[in-house]
């Protein structure tokens, strides 16, 4: 399971996303997500994931110092610097796979 910490502005872009992954990208349904990632949908974020999730950050993110990530549940976020969302979302690399909107 992939889950890509993307700008909010952004969406998949479906050639880059499958010349990186050799393959389509598909959205979790509302009732797959919690099961398969470990958050409900509106409070998706990188941290304390399922095992078997790779997370990774787009670059879309690196135009901004801070930003705001959910935290577990549809009403909080957390203030993170680039540098700690790095550090506290265990990803495993920065990719280029959203176009901005």
């Keep these: ?3 890509i910490v993307a700008a ?3 969406k998949i872009d479906n050639a880059k996303y499958k010349a990186h992954f ?3 990208a598909k959205m979790l349904s509302f009732d797959e997500t919690e099961p ?3 958050h409900a949908v509106g ?3 990188p941290f304390a994931v399922n095992e078997d999730v790779e997370v990774y950050l787009d670059i879309s993110l690196k135009r901004f110092h801070i ?3 959910a935290c ?5 976020a957390v203030e993170l610097s680039i540098e700690e969302l790095e ?3 265990d990803f495993i690399k920065w990719i280029d796979v959203c176009k901005i909107l």
Excluded at 72 to 76: D, E, I, K, Q, T
């Design 1 to 3: 399971m992939i889950l």
């Design 8 to 10: 909010g502005d952004t």
């Design 22 to 24: 050799g393959t389509k």
């Design 36 to 38: 398969l990632i470990g």
């Design 43 to 45: 409070g998706v974020c």
């Design 67 to 69: 930003v705001f990530p």
């Design 72 to 76: 577990g549940s549809s009403n909080s």
């Design 87 to 89: 550090e506290y979302s």
